[in-house]
């Protein structure tokens, strides 16, 4: 898969899909009110050819920012590691600093998973590929072959 678009944010957010990306580190960046994921994005879930059951996906390394943040709370019981099911936002509002950060709207956001949920505030994100996505018959590439753990917020393109 060829992909032209390393750079994803809450415009894209109708198009995408957050269901079993991998969260492999979670930090908050309370300098700059950023809560910041390390995942591996699943950008296409490949059909079964006529012979095999099983699905290959298209999964790429990525880091995914969401700004302006405040209200965090996280609930998780993570026992064998933590995949988002989904992402939901809701009751938009103009943000209580609109003219500091030239931002309009503000969401309420909510990331449920199997392993609990995690709730904020938050203006927006992006969602930087870090690399190639790349086929593989797993719904993330592990740590090894994701080259270990990022918070960069750099597109593939820029790198």
Not at 56 to 68: G, M, R
Not at 122 to 131: A, C, K, Q
Request: proline share 3%.
């Amino acid at each position: 898969m060829q992909t032209n678009k390393y750079l994803w944010n809450d415009e894209d957010f109708d198009n995408m899909s957050w269901h079993d990306c991998k969260v492999y580190g979670i930090v908050f960046d309370n300098e700059n009110y950023k809560l910041i994921f390390d995942i591996d994005y699943i950008l296409e879930w490949v059909k079964p050819e006529k012979d095999n059951i099983y699905f290959k996906f298209w999964v790429a390394p990525s880091t995914l920012v969401f700004e302006n943040v405040y209200e965090l709370d996280i609930n998780l019981s993570i026992y064998d590691g933590f995949e988002i099911d989904k992402v939901f936002r809701s009751e938009p509002k103009e943000p209580r600093n609109k003219d500091y950060i030239n931002r309009n709207i503000e969401w309420s956001w909510h990331i449920s998973s199997n392993q609990g949920d995690i709730t904020f505030k938050s203006v927006g994100y992006t969602l930087f590929i870090r690399r190639n996505p790349i086929l593989t018959g797993e719904q993330s590439l592990g740590l090894t072959a994701r080259g270990g753990i990022s918070f960069n917020e750099e597109s593939y393109t820029k790198l």
